[in-house]
């Protein structure tokens, strides 16, 4: 537990950009030891507040004290040398380069070479103490989103950081990894480390931290210890200004069959000698949840399905009508929308206004064109009335998207995506990094897309989610779908045993 010494004082903290004002004189306090809970809706000021702490910002009034000492952050060598890591929300270690040339960049070699084997060893000690493991050869470009948020972590403990900085780090962990970083995380406030972590899952936050600072609109409004008067009701509503409500399935007639892919083998799956075969069918006004540890074929699956990946075999019909040589324009044309997980990747080109992100690829139709020309007014409206029905913020359609916070990236191409009424939509981790609120407008948002017709495939990490909106589970496990059932028949339990590669029908068969 803390002593009382802070080890970080960040004191009347401001930043602006432009007319938004992303922190208000912000104060906050981590004690040694402390695990320190950031809390706040999309775009309060949470990153803005950590980047400044990183050297990545330049706040423009306020002061931060390190150990006492008042300290000028001006980069982040300065923040790395003061003993600050931070894990960001998108991992910024190099695609090209090794794990291990990830971890050594910056490192201080010996006699003129950077010590691979000191390197190896630190690794190793990382895994054995952290149970954090990734293989140092893997090229970073192959590992999944969850792996390289792995190597980050790893990458700050490997420079034993005495204030670390988690920015959302559990987003994209399973719930096994999420364990093994909070034992992580215990053993370093052990040790004498202050944490600041950023979640919008409010159990973790209420089973990790010590003390909770809520953050709204750029200003502090809360600032308590984490004791039993604390319940994720209190937070949503220090965080919302109310309660949160909780979407709940409501059973729906399901229509005939819309979505079928029929023999399909993942190209990723081709060179194996037992390369599965998936068939699976979405019906019209249905979801289909798709469970399974990450990395087992669900993003393939999204990616083929959607005509972003070749499948190696099979086909994909629409409404009876099989879509030949599938593409992303042919899919869009099909009817069917993608959501993918990694939005600022393959769903969002960061640099571009949000008004041209919100008709990206739709540019070249009616009603955005007409022969030829394209109509800018009707971008700009349509940009303006999705930002508002979403509350997308700030509602500037001029911004770039890359400047917006992830929560606010990920409602505005929820907003884009079912603006166009899809007939299919394969949506992956459509709540995650989402405040309360946003998680329930867009769980909401999806069950009336069902209720309307669509057909869903709903590809997340969280089984609670999977329950509390699918009308069928399918589980993925190594590139096939080890299991298939209607929602009401699958428990937790059940879901966990196809997770980990047992069919549980025949699990159950057996017993
Ligand atoms: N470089 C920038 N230029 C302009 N505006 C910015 C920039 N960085 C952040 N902002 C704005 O500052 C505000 C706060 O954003 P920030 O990313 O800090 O929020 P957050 O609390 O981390 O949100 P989330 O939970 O969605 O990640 C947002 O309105 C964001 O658009």
Redesign the pocket.
């Known amino acids: 537990m803390s002593d009382q010494i802070p080890v970080l004082v960040l004191s009347g903290i401001t930043k602006t950009?432009?007319k938004?004002v992303?922190n208000s004189s912000v104060s906050l306090e981590v004690k040694r030891g402390e695990i320190v809970g950031l809390l706040?809706?999309?775009?309060?000021?949470?990153?803005?507040?950590m980047n400044i702490l990183f050297g990545l910002y330049r706040a423009d009034e306020g002061k931060v004290f390190v150990e006492g000492n008042e300290v000028n952050i001006a980069t982040t060598a300065d923040a790395i040398s003061l003993g600050i890591g931070m894990v960001q929300?998108h991992s910024h270690a190099v695609s090209r380069h090794t794990v291990l040339e990830n971890l050594m960049l910056g490192l201080p070699g010996k006699n003129g070479f950077l010590d691979r084997a000191f390197a190896l060893n630190r690794l190793k000690e990382i895994a054995d103490g952290y149970g954090l493991r990734l293989d140092p050869s893997r090229v970073v470009s192959t590992l999944a989103v969850g792996e390289r948020q792995r190597l980050d972590i790893i990458r700050a403990l490997f420079r034993r950081a005495r204030v670390l900085i988690l920015d959302?780090p559990t987003s994209v962990l399973t719930p096994q990894e999420t364990e093994g970083l909070f034992s992580a995380l215990r053993s370093l406030q052990a040790d004498g480390v202050g944490i600041i972590f950023?979640s919008?899952k409010l159990n973790e936050v209420m089973a990790i931290t010590d003390r909770i600072v809520v953050?709204r609109r750029?200003k502090v409004v809360a600032d308590v210890v984490n004791d039993k008067t604390v319940t994720s009701v209190t937070l949503a509503t220090m965080m919302c200004g109310h309660e949160p409500d909780r979407v709940q399935r409501i059973p729906h007639t399901r229509g005939d069959a819309c979505l079928v892919a029929s023999e399909v083998v993942l190209q990723r799956d081709e060179a194996k000698k037992a390369a599965h075969k998936i068939n699976l069918t979405i019906h019209s006004g249905e979801i289909l949840g798709v469970a399974g540890v990450s990395g087992n074929g669900q993003v393939a699956l999204a990616e083929t399905i959607a005509g972003v990946a070749r499948a190696a075999h099979g086909s994909i019909s629409i409404d009876g009508d099989i879509i030949e040589n599938p593409s992303p324009r042919r899919m869009q044309q099909a009817g069917l929308s993608y959501i993918p997980e990694d939005r600022i990747g393959a769903g969002f080109v960061s640099t571009m206004p949000l008004k041209d992100n919100m008709v990206l690829s739709r540019f070249s139709y009616p009603p955005f064109s007409r022969a030829g020309w394209i109509d800018w007014g009707k971008v700009l409206s349509f940009a303006e009335s999705q930002i508002a029905e979403y509350d997308v913020?700030?509602p500037d359609p001029q911004?770039p998207v890359g400047?917006?916070?992830?929560?606010?990236q990920q409602k505005a191409i929820v907003a884009r995506e079912l603006a166009f009424s899809p007939r299919v939509l394969i949506i992956a981790q459509p709540t995650r990094?989402l405040?309360v609120s946003a998680i329930a407008f867009v769980q909401r948002s999806l069950i009336t897309l069902r209720d309307a017709g669509c057909s869903i495939m709903l590809i997340s990490d969280d089984l609670d989610e999977i329950f509390q909106l699918s009308d069928r589970i399918a589980v993925m496990y190594e590139g096939s779908i080890i299991w298939e059932t209607p929602i009401e028949q699958a428990t937790v339990a059940s879901v966990g045993l196809a997770m980990n590669g047992s069919n549980p029908a025949l699990t159950e068969a057996r017993a």
Request: aromatic fraction near 4%; avoid cysteine.
């Open positions: 950009f432009g938004t992303a706040g809706e999309n775009g309060a000021g949470k990153t803005t507040l929300q959302e950023i919008h953050m750029g913020r700030p911004m400047l917006m916070s992830g929560g606010n990094g405040d």
